[in-house]
């Protein structure tokens, strides 16, 4: 009891380290990475029994820490379906040995302990992570405003109710067919949700 006491003070219960991109290949989360689809691997976390991954599309954590079995369960996190958020870092204090990471993806909390010893790369983590969920916001703010715009142009159909005469006299987009709309609401969807968070972690992570 007072071995785990003193392990759960001193930070020493299950900290990970982040592993080197020269590794990755050596750890198991590897081998869950849909690398056929432009998956890349950016940050690999490993402790004694979980690993946590950052890719592009997706957080991913293979959680070992189940007391009475050695099999682990991995879980899948996509960004588009799972926004960061509340992105936040708790250093070390004088007696820890390791620094957290703390976050949300989707409504799952996240806490991540790390060798203080590699506060350097954790200070870059939080930062590419920050920038996400700051990223996330503003898609989701972009999708507000283009599906209000898109309520707005149906609304405006109902006007092909009126005389030809008058519709042709209203602006050009209100004439367009509703194939036309619909295809530029897809095609301006597409070009917002782009939640490939590659060019981010690539300008934090070194």
């Known amino acids: 009891m007072f071995k785990n006491l003193a392990a759960d003070v001193l930070g020493l219960s299950d900290i990970g380290k982040i592993i080197e991109p020269k590794d990755f290949d050596?750890?198991?989360i590897d081998e869950y990475v849909f690398q056929e689809d432009h998956e890349k691997i950016?940050?690999?976390i490993k402790s004694k029994t979980d690993e946590y991954c950052f890719t592009n599309l997706a957080f991913i954590h293979l959680d070992g820490n189940i007391a009475v079995s050695k099999k682990k369960t991995l879980h899948r996190y996509l960004y588009k379906h799972h926004a960061i958020s509340g992105?936040?870092?708790e250093t070390a204090g004088t007696v820890d040995l390791d620094a957290e990471i703390?976050?949300?993806t989707g409504e799952h909390e996240i806490s991540i302990d790390i060798d203080k010893k590699q506060m350097e790369q954790?200070?870059?983590l939080y930062k590419a992570l920050f920038m996400i969920s700051e990223k996330c916001?503003?898609?989701r703010k972009y999708m507000k405003t283009l599906e209000d715009t898109h309520e707005a142009i149906n609304r405006m159909?109902?006007?092909r109710e009126l005389p030809e005469s008058v519709v042709l006299s209203l602006p050009d987009l209100i004439s367009q067919t509703t194939q036309q709309v619909e295809a530029h609401f897809n095609a301006r969807r597409n070009e917002i949700q782009n939640y490939d968070?590659?060019?981010i972690f690539e300008r934090y992570i070194r």
């Open 26 to 28: 050596k750890t198991d």
């Open 42 to 44: 950016y940050v690999v």
């Open 87 to 89: 992105v936040r870092i």
């Open 102 to 104: 703390k976050f949300k």
């Open 122 to 124: 954790i200070r870059n």
């Open 137 to 139: 916001k503003e898609i």
């Open 157 to 159: 159909f109902l006007l």
């Open 197 to 199: 968070f590659g060019a």
